[in-house]
Nanobody
């Protein structure tokens, strides 16, 4: 079955950096677009960044110039490099893929930006 496992979250000071990873299994990873989403307490889950199977990327305005999404098809892994982190980036970060109209989500990884 499809499984997505995120890692790399943690506590970081404002201005710091983190890299999140999402390892996929049960799919032919190179066929599918992948996305990162985040959900802060009491708020809806929002798109952060997406990457197509050919490597085209898209970002939410709030993270453009600070976050970079990338993928390694040999490792079945998608990454989110986050630089210049701000307190408002605090959220649970999820990766997602869609296969035949079905959305698959990971369990999420907490990112907390605080001094």
């Amino acid at each position: 079955q499809v499984q997505l496992v995120e890692s790399g979250g943690g506590l970081v000071q404002p201005g710091g950096s983190l890299t999140l990873s999402c390892a996929a299994s049960g799919i032919i990873f190179s066929w599918y677009a992948m996305g990162w989403y985040r959900q802060a307490p009491g708020k809806q889950r929002d798109l952060v960044a997406t990457i197509t199977n050919s490597g085209s990327t898209n970002y939410a305005d709030s993270v453009k110039g600070r976050f970079t999404i990338s993928r390694d098809n040999a490792k079945n892994t998608v990454y989110l490099q986050m630089n210049n982190l701000k307190p408002e980036d605090t959220a649970v970060y999820y990766c997602k893929t869609t296969i035949a109209t079905v959305n698959y989500w990971g369990q999420g990884t907490q990112v907390t930006v605080s001094s």
